[in-house]
């Protein structure tokens, strides 16, 4: 997929895998345009439907990683950062979301960059647990309490907060086994 995407492209270009950066700066901007609105869990949590958009985000990033390195990782995160911003500014999003949108994402998806780059000499598996063992609570617990903190009861946040940590577990595993999956199938 990345050669097809890189025939033409200027030297320090050719290693970006353009179609995975187009995924993720699209699935966070599906969870921002949709972070209030939620989903009642049937015993405990409110998921927001933002939360079900994100939660493939840890595998994109991974997998950006995988196929284009270190350079591409920061290119989809500031990618993101700057389309997602736009989108709110141009659909009136209120500023806290936007505040709490971007330091989560600048937070966690650095944190998760960083373990995942500190562990490139253990199979992919341990790099993809391990990393999104640190970004998924961290940035679960730093946007939910930065854009609902006075707009929502901490009982409430407090399910969300928890909704949020189970499904991106949840949907990373389902995204990670596919992958894992499709590329056993194709060696």
Do not use: C
């Amino acid at each position: 997929m990345n050669h097809f995407f890189a025939r033409g492209r200027p030297a320090p270009f050719r290693n970006i895998p353009l179609l995975l950066i187009a995924l993720y700066v699209l699935s966070i901007l599906a969870a921002n345009l949709t972070l209030d609105r939620f989903i009642p869990l049937p015993v405990y949590g409110l998921l927001s439907v933002g939360t079900i958009f994100f939660a493939a985000v840890f595998t994109l990033r991974d997998r950006i990683h995988r196929a284009g390195g270190l350079n591409a990782v920061f290119i989809a995160i500031a990618a993101a950062l700057i389309i997602n911003t736009l989108a709110a500014l141009l659909t009136g999003t209120e500023w806290r979301f936007i505040g709490a949108s971007f330091l989560a994402i600048l937070a966690g998806e650095l944190a998760d960059t960083a373990v995942y780059q500190r562990l490139l000499h253990r199979s992919w598996w341990t790099r993809v647990l391990a990393s999104n063992a640190v970004s998924v609570p961290l940035d679960s617990v730093l946007f939910n309490l930065l854009a609902f903190w006075g707009l929502m009861s901490g009982g409430e946040i407090a399910q969300i907060i928890f909704a949020d940590i189970l499904a991106k577990y949840l949907i990373a595993a389902l995204f990670a086994v596919r992958v894992f999956q499709t590329s056993r199938a194709a060696a």
